[in-house]
């Protein structure tokens, strides 16, 4: 046994009975007590700072309601009013997107009575018009003619009406019957001719089979009607 063992077991042993360093156990118990005095009095500071803390911020949080309160207060005369300009400018413009829509529609539906009315007043022999279809600023016609010359002379008439800015071909060939190789087409099988028109004023004139940059607004789509038979 060594003698630092024997000196830590001195005071668990006796010696006839007697403990021989009984301040021993004395200076553990007070030192044991201070210890949790240390602790307690760590755990109240930390308790006591978060609790400054939390009452700091809520007192900083009422402040700052008072003074937004007392900032808010006169501009509440204001809110009606605010409310009401951004209704009326909501209001003016759906009513000048309408009104735009409107003029659109307006001036599609004339252009299309007008080409009608142009195609109608004098028709060309040996040209069958078979659909018609009316855009904004453009229009599809569909057509079938009875040889080469009748189909320049419609594509010519349609280049001699006003206000048309262009006028591009997107199919100019002979039809085939259902089933019939294209090799075997007939001479005597009718032209069909595909046109697209450009009004004057329109945003950009596209190029010969170059899809439309914008399909609103139809008037009328799919007109079936006799140009001359």
Request: net charge positive; charged share 25%; with cysteine.
């Amino acid at each position: 046994m060594t003698l630092a063992r024997a000196v830590r077991e001195l005071p668990r042993r006796a010696v006839g009975g007697f403990n021989l360093l009984p301040w021993r156990q004395r200076a553990i118990r007070r030192r044991r007590c201070w210890r949790l005095l240390e602790w307690g009095a760590a755990a109240l500071g930390g308790g006591a700072c978060a609790l400054g803390v939390v009452l700091w911020q809520r007192v900083e949080c009422s402040a700052l309601e008072a003074r937004r309160a007392v900032l808010e207060r006169p501009l509440a005369q204001w809110r009606a009013p605010l409310a009401e300009a951004q209704r009326l400018t909501l209001e003016s413009e759906a009513r000048r997107d309408g009104e735009r829509l409107a003029r659109q529609h307006a001036l599609a539906t004339a252009r299309f009575f007008a080409l009608a009315d142009a195609l109608a007043s004098d028709p060309l022999p040996g040209v069958g018009l078979q659909q018609l279809a009316q855009f904004a600023d453009e229009t599809d016609l569909q057509a079938s003619a009875a040889d080469e010359s009748a189909a320049a002379a419609w594509l010519g008439r349609l280049r001699s009406l006003p206000d048309i800015e262009a006028v591009s071909v997107r199919e100019l060939k002979r039809g085939a019957p259902a089933g019939a190789a294209r090799e075997r087409a007939s001479d005597g099988e009718p032209i069909r001719v595909a046109a697209h028109l450009v009004w004057q004023g329109a945003s950009t004139v596209p190029r010969a089979g170059a899809p439309r940059a914008h399909e609103a607004p139809r008037a009328s789509s799919g007109v079936a009607a006799k140009e001359a038979t």
